[in-house]
């Protein structure tokens, strides 16, 4: 099991240059865990792509039901306090913090292309281009 940001979700479901990346790490790990504010990220992440004219309601509802039957079961409610200590040892926002805490309560890494959680985060985040090789 590994953690993903809302990035890697998006990646997966939503075509980029990353992609391919984020395919191959479900094909390495297919079971992939998340703070439940992915959610709330992914479906702003939707609604931008709605409002580009990238996708109709009908597509986005589609990619946020599947999204969420890949986490089903594996979406986490992260302690206050371990996002808050998080944040005052690092310049992290807390909405970051929440996948890193994730992934130190679950013992797993985070699997992210966050430069910044992947430079004050290195023991736990891992790069999706090293991790989806």
Same mark, same amino acid.
């Given at each position: 099991?590994? $953690? #993903?940001?809302?990035?890697?979700?998006? &990646?997966?479901? %939503?075509?980029?240059?990353?992609?391919? %990346? @984020?395919?191959? @790490?479900?094909?390495?790990?297919? !079971? +992939?865990? =998340?703070?439940? %504010? +992915?959610?709330?990220?992914?479906?702003? #992440? *939707?609604?931008?792509?709605?409002?580009?004219?990238?996708?109709? *309601? /009908?597509q986005a509802q589609q990619i946020?039901?599947? @999204?969420?039957?890949?986490?089903?079961?594996?979406? &986490? /409610?992260?302690?206050? &306090? !371990? $996002?808050?200590?998080?944040?005052?040892?690092?310049?992290?926002? =807390? &909405?970051?913090? !929440?996948?890193? =805490?994730?992934?130190n309560d679950l013992k797993i890494?985070?699997?992210?292309?966050?430069?910044?959680? *992947?430079? /004050?985060?290195?023991? $736990?985040?891992?790069?999706?281009?090293?991790?989806?090789?």
């Open positions: 099991m590994i $953690v #993903v940001d809302t990035n890697v979700i998006g &990646y997966l479901f %939503l075509s980029s240059e990353q992609s391919v %990346l @984020a395919e191959r @790490a479900l094909q390495k790990d297919n !079971e +992939w865990a =998340a703070p439940v %504010l +992915w959610r709330s990220e992914f479906r702003n #992440v *939707l609604s931008l792509y709605m409002r580009k004219n990238i996708i109709k *309601l /009908e946020m039901n599947n @999204a969420l039957k890949l986490l089903k079961g594996r979406e &986490y /409610e992260v302690p206050s &306090y !371990e $996002v808050l200590r998080l944040t005052s040892t690092s310049n992290c926002s =807390a &909405y970051d913090c !929440e996948f890193i =805490a994730t992934a890494p985070l699997v992210t292309v966050d430069k910044q959680l *992947l430079r /004050e985060f290195s023991t $736990v985040a891992i790069p999706l281009n090293s991790f989806g090789k």
